[in-house]
């Protein structure tokens, strides 16, 4: 049994749609965020030194970080269902999207996040922040072009992983700019596996 430490309105919830499109058996352990500061409780501390969440406890095992979770669940459990294989040319294309949405993709959609909460003007930051967003998502967007999904025209894990980054940038406000990335998030949420990670979030959330 997977035991997934889950924190609400978080990058845990594509881990909770991970798990139920490999139909594995798991048990959510639901943690929230704290009403004023928005962020995790001490007690994720007590399961990781770092205290964030996604973490996975597994044969006795923990793992963290979205992308070794969701690149370690598919290769053990189901490398042909949710990955190309790994002698195809394309593989490597896989890989770096798996990586993109927590790399290139997400530091400048979080510095608009966190630059939205600051009091203060800032010149140079908000400035890198919208300058490297637009970098980010026109490539995503043309990227996207005349594509359902990232890889072989089918879900793969680097969708899941880059569903967080559709979400941020839902909740920027952002996404209508974005043709095929809005056409995109409207692929991803028709997924049946997706709706239910969304009611299982919000089942667990207070």
């Known amino acids: 049994m997977i035991k997934l430490h889950h924190l609400n309105h978080s990058r845990s919830k594509r881990i909770i749609w991970l798990l139920e499109e490999l139909g594995l058996d ?3 352990v639901p943690y929230q965020r704290d009403s004023v500061t928005f962020l995790a409780p001490p007690e994720l501390k007590s399961v990781h030194p770092l205290g964030k969440s996604p973490v996975i406890e597994l044969d006795g095992q923990i793992i963290t ?4 979770i ?7 459990f189901s490398a042909d269902q949710l990955a190309p294989a790994r002698q195809s040319p ?3 294309d896989y890989l770096t999207w798996l990586h ?5 993709a997400m530091l400048p959609l ?5 630059l939205a909460k600051e009091p203060a003007e800032t010149a140079f930051l908000s400035s890198y922040a919208d300058m490297e967003q637009n970098k980010v998502l026109d490539y995503v967007n043309q990227q996207l072009e005349g ?3 990232l890889i072989e025209d089918r879900l793969t894990g680097a969708d899941i992983m880059m569903s967080f980054v559709v979400d941020v940038v839902t909740n920027l406000g952002v996404i209508s700019q974005y043709a095929n990335i809005q056409r995109y998030s409207e692929q991803l949420e028709k997924n049946p596996n997706y709706q239910k990670a969304i009611e299982i979030e919000r089942q667990h959330n207070h």
Do not use: D, H, P, W
Request: charged content about 25%.
């Open 26 to 28: 798991y048990e959510v």
């Open 65 to 68: 970080e979205s992308g070794a």
């Open 70 to 76: 969701t690149e370690y669940l598919i290769e053990r």
């Open 90 to 92: 394309i593989y490597a």
């Open 100 to 104: 993109f949405a927590e790399s290139s």
């Open 110 to 114: 979080l510095l608009n996040v966190f």
């Open 147 to 149: 594509k359902r999904y």
